[in-house]
């Protein structure tokens, strides 16, 4: 009787002392995981912080700078080439004309005819040209319909944008290479002004038609730098 009485005590004992091991252990993972979630929040919080300061620096300061730099080699393009008059905003004809002027054209001609009389024109210069012709509509940029993440052959792109920002997209390996040129394009990018390279190696992406996705390489999620091209490359 007394040896099954010590059995009982001892087993609850044990078994309380299991429950409160296992109490423990349920506030301690508890813990942990808040912890980390507030880690993960903290770097959140301060990757958005570098992108906004990133995004900052570059329209402040380096966009101005790539302005002004193309600027003065527009300037020095156009004095060697001797058509230093494209720099100027130009005067309109007849400007600083008298009044009494403009009344005497309207008795003796139209004004084109008596500004032809006073400045000795060729006739080739008074002559109507035709009407020039309508210039062809801007081609309407439409990208496939992007796949589910699940779908067969799908791969994620990521473009970082000279602005800090980065967009991501989901294309199919099938899928023309071109289409990222119009996806750069839609971004604000104009392809004539910027290229897509590879991060690492640092190099050029290839890009035709005739391509596709995984021919160019893009296999999985990858990662593309939108960088300026080289203006004597152009």
Known sequence: MSSSKTSWLLGTLLISILCFVS???????????????????????????????????????????????????????????????????????????????????????????????????????????????????????VLPEEPAEDAEGVVRVALRCPSGRTIHRRFLKSDSSSVLLDWLLKTGYHPALYTLCTTYPRQPLVIGKDISMGDAGILTHTVLNVEGKDPSTT
């Open 23 to 141: 109490w423990k252990h349920s506030i301690i993972d508890s813990e942990d995981e808040e912890a980390k979630q507030r880690q993960k929040q903290a770097r959140e919080e301060l990757q958005e912080k570098h992108s906004e300061k990133a995004f900052s620096y570059q329209e402040s300061v380096l966009r101005p700078r790539q302005e002004s730099s193309m600027r003065k080699k527009e300037e020095r393009f156009y004095r060697m080439t001797g058509e230093t008059w494209k720099l100027t905003d130009g005067e309109q004809l007849g400007e600083g004309e008298s009044l009494g002027q403009s009344a005497q054209e309207d008795v003796d001609g139209t004004p084109n005819q008596e500004a032809v009389r006073r400045r000795k024109l060729p006739e080739s210069a008074t002559r109507l040209h035709p009407k020039p012709e309508v210039p062809p509509q801007k081609r309407v940029v």
